[in-house]
């Protein structure tokens, strides 16, 4: 079966594209890794994407007149790389409406909370807040407004008493870095398929889509 051709817009560390790529390395991996495209140029993800032989390309989103010309300067890269399907990750621009509808059920984000809970930035600050004693992250499909989307996969992780916003995104972090690729994963399997505004999954991957990881 072909391999799904996945593009991954970051704009720093770039963890989570790593753990992307790391994951895509396994032959038996149903999707290959196209580019990787920053809109900063100090991202550091382009350094490990350059290292691993992956097309790292820089699109300053400053030197666009306009977001549709930066966005277009963006598909047109990933289109360059014949790229069909886009992983952003921690990518720190809002994309338009249009960006969206040109990738339309072709578009997925990572967010550092289980959805619909949390949208926006601060997730951990204002789940320690909360005192809420589970968090998570979630892959979703992009759609027009912020952080909303048909789900594909969730984990939850336990917060602590003690936490810091610090401590608490470092333990998320080493969940999304095994839900990313599984819902990648999950999709270029076609075991993963937007339906209307949520996801149908597959039964015999129902299982893996919802994880709990614990603390220790
Ligand atoms: C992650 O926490 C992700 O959930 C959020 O931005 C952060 C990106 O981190 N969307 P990295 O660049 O992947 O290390």
Known sequence: MDKLKVGILISGRGSNMAALVEAAGDPAFPAEIRCVLSNRPDAKGLEFARERGIPAIL????????????????TEALLAHE?????????????????????????INIHPSLLPSYKGLHTHERALADGVKLTGCTVHFVRAEMDVGPIVAQAAVPVIS?????????????????????????????????????????????????RFFSAR
Not at 90 to 98: E, Y
Not at 186 to 210: R, Y
């Open 59 to 74: 699109v300053d989103h400053k030197a666009h007149a306009t977001k549709a010309e930066f966005e277009a300067a963006v």
């Open 83 to 107: 790229v069909d399907f886009v992983c952003l990750a921690g990518f720190m621009r809002i994309v338009s409406p249009a960006f969206i509808e040109r990738w339309h059920n072709r578009l």
């Open 162 to 210: 003690g936490d810091t916003p610090d401590s608490l995104a470092a333990r998320l972090l080493t969940a999304e870095h095994r839900l990313y690729p599984l819902a990648l994963r999950l999709i270029a399997e076609g075991k993963a398929k937007v339906n209307g505004e949520t996801v149908d999954i597959a039964p015999d991957a129902v299982d893996e889509t919802a």
